[in-house]
Structures are given as structure tokens and as C-alpha cells.
């Protein structure tokens, strides 16, 4: 069994920033890629940024240059530091990880529950 809790999500005004935190736990070999995703009101869950175990790194248009993904593999955490927020962040933020189970010894994806980031003023 594997769980994800992500944490960091509030209330921030515009051009203000957030640091997003998930933390995996239970029965985990190895962790390949980690990723965020975001849902907005009325939308598609989009993915936000990934990173792989060689910290290549993948972004959405929206947030490059802005968003910022990393990894710390020993906590089996991957963290978001968003700036300059904007309005249209606004979106629940939910954290995937592909996981090799030391339970099934298969690699599947699992998820978080959620965190939600609202930029309001």
C-alpha cells in the first residue's frame, strides 16, 4: 500500500507565492516519475510538472518561468514552489507518483488527494 499527502495549499493573493510538499509512504521500492496536476472549476485536470528520477523536468506553458518542481528521493517528497501567482492558478493541486510496490513488485501510479490553491485579493 501506498499513500500520498500533499500539503501547502491556502489562500494568497496575486504575485504572492506558495510552496506545495507531497510525501509518500507505505510499502516503496523506487519512485520514478513524480508529477503535480491541477484542476480548475468547469475543467480538465491538466498536468502542471513532472520530474523524473534524473530531475529532467517537464512544464505547462502556463507556468514556465514562473512554477518550479523538485524532489527529495531519501523523504520520497516532491515539492512545487509557485511565484507570481495569478487568478487563473487557482485549481485544486493534486499530487502523482509512479511507484514500484515492494507489496506487488509492479509499478503503478498512485495519487493524492488533493490541496487547494486559491490567488484572490
Known amino acids: 500500500q501506498v499513500q500520498l499527502v500533499e500539503s501547502g495549499g491556502g489562500l494568497v493573493q496575486p504575485g504572492g507565492s506558495l510552496r506545495l510538499s507531497c510525501a509518500a509512504s507505505?510499502?516503496?521500492?523506487?519512485?520514478?516519475?513524480m508529477g503535480w496536476y491541477r484542476q480548475a472549476p468547469g475543467k480538465e485536470r491538466e498536468l502542471v510538472a513532472s520530474?523524473?528520477?534524473?530531475?529532467?523536468?517537464n512544464y505547462a506553458d502556463s507556468v514556465k518561468g514562473r512554477f518550479s518542481i523538485s524532489r527529495d528521493n531519501a523523504k520520497s517528497t516532491v515539492y512545487l514552489q509557485m511565484n507570481s501567482l495569478k487568478p487563473e492558478d487557482t485549481a485544486v493541486y493534486y499530487c502523482k507518483m509512479n511507484v514500484l510496490s515492494r507489496r506487488t513488485y509492479t509499478v503503478e501510479d498512485y495519487w493524492g488527494k488533493g490541496t487547494l490553491v486559491t490567488v484572490s485579493s
Open positions: 507505505g510499502s516503496i521500492i523506487s519512485i520514478n516519475t
Open positions: 520530474i523524473t528520477r534524473g530531475d529532467s523536468t
